[in-house]
């Protein structure tokens, strides 16, 4: 019997999730997306996974979709936000945050896939690619939009309009990925996150993830207002008793981070 081509492990609140098709560099199949789709639609069911780390397994993180199925009409171009094409789309339904572990090359769909990760962490190995010029399919998961507002239009331009290739310490630089970390650290480190962010309150974790998504999509001072609503709603339910406690703790924290 040949092995899943999704991994999914699944400890202490985290859910470790992993690309396994390291013969075609994680290449997306219907199959896979499929399955991506399906694993963060149960995790978001099920609920006992809080934060997601996404990974690919060998030399890269994931080479886009799988361009043999899309020659010989085995798959479909179009239907974004269908999760039978759209993987991207059950990963922005799942309630809690979504690490990418950028272990390899991610091009075309396979940078859509990382873009729809709320934060990045890469190997020096990392590489990122906008092949859909080339390939001539334009992007339907999100790519020509959210790039742009993470590194800077010209730069999103200067990306997509060659297809070249970005390292990543120039992604680092651009803001793109959050930090680079030797390779045989990265799923570490992405742990280490997770489990900081689980340190939060339960509640907090979601409804603060969910305020700041729904922020970035309004104007500034549409935002603005928003946050306030959510605060006044959010904060008149929050006791003396808690706050202090919650306090308390936050200090403690700050002091043993801080060595004190």
Request: hydrophobic share 45%; net charge neutral; charged share 20%.
């Amino acid at each position: 019997m040949s092995e899943d081509i999704l991994l999914v492990e699944e400890r202490g609140g985290i859910a470790t999730v992993t690309l396994n098709r390291p013969e075609s560099m994680n290449a997306l199949s219907q199959a896979l997306r499929h399955r991506i789709a399906e694993t963060f639609a149960r995790l978001g069911r099920e609920g006992s996974a809080k934060v997601v780390i996404l990974t690919g397994k060998g030399r890269a993180f994931c080479a886009g979709i799988d361009l043999r199925e899309l020659g010989n009409g085995a798959t479909r171009v179009g239907a974004p936000r269908d999760p039978a094409y759209d993987p991207t789309s059950a990963m922005a339904a799942f309630p809690g945050p979504v690490i990418g572990a950028i272990n390899g090359a991610a091009i075309t769909g396979g940078f859509e896939l990382a873009l729809a990760c709320d934060l990045l962490v890469a190997s020096p190995e990392a590489r990122f690619a906008d092949t859909h010029g080339r390939v001539g399919v334009h992007p339907a998961w999100g790519l020509s939009q959210k790039l742009s507002r993470l590194i800077g239009l010209n730069r999103a331009k200067e990306l997509s309009l060659t297809g070249n290739f970005l390292d990543a310490a120039t992604a680092e630089r651009w803001g793109l990925v959050n930090r680079v970390v030797p390779g045989d650290a990265l799923l570490a480190t992405c742990q280490k996150l997770a489990e900081d962010m689980l340190s939060l309150d339960p509640a907090m974790l979601i409804s603060y993830k969910q305020l700041i998504d729904e922020g970035f999509g309004m104007p500034f001072a549409e935002a603005m207002r928003h946050e306030a609503q959510v605060a006044q709603a959010r904060n008149s339910a929050l006791t003396p008793e808690a706050l202090e406690a919650r306090r308390a703790a936050v200090i403690a924290r700050g002091r043993s981070q801080s060595g004190a």
